[in-house]
């Protein structure tokens, strides 16, 4: 269970869907719904009602230099958005 929850996403949308007790986090492209509602809980003593999860595409990026062009990708990721339970909230910044 270490290393599910890799990063939380933190955005102007992710802060306003917050207010409604939903927040996203980046997990291993591996790491299944069930592995990452205990790995919430776990970590900020709550109780996950449901977890939606996507894949993110990584974007195609190109560079124009003197040298020539390069070309390249951003990696591909997945998105976790986590649901709790009525009364209960993270926050992210108390619990460092």
Do not use: H
């Not at 062009?69 to 009364?87: C, D, P």
């Amino acid at each position: 269970m270490t290393g599910i929850l890799l990063r939380p996403i933190i955005t102007e949308k992710m802060t306003i869907l917050g207010e409604s007790r939903q927040y996203a986090f980046e997990v291993p492209l591996d790491a299944n719904k069930i592995e990452i509602g205990k790995a919430v809980e776990k970590k900020f003593n709550v109780r996950v009602v449901s977890v939606r999860t996507m894949i993110v595409k990584g974007k195609r990026k190109t560079q124009l230099t003197r040298r020539g062009r390069f070309e390249g990708r951003t990696k591909t990721w997945k998105k976790a958005i986590v649901t709790l339970k009525e009364g209960d909230k993270i926050d992210y910044f108390g619990n460092v």
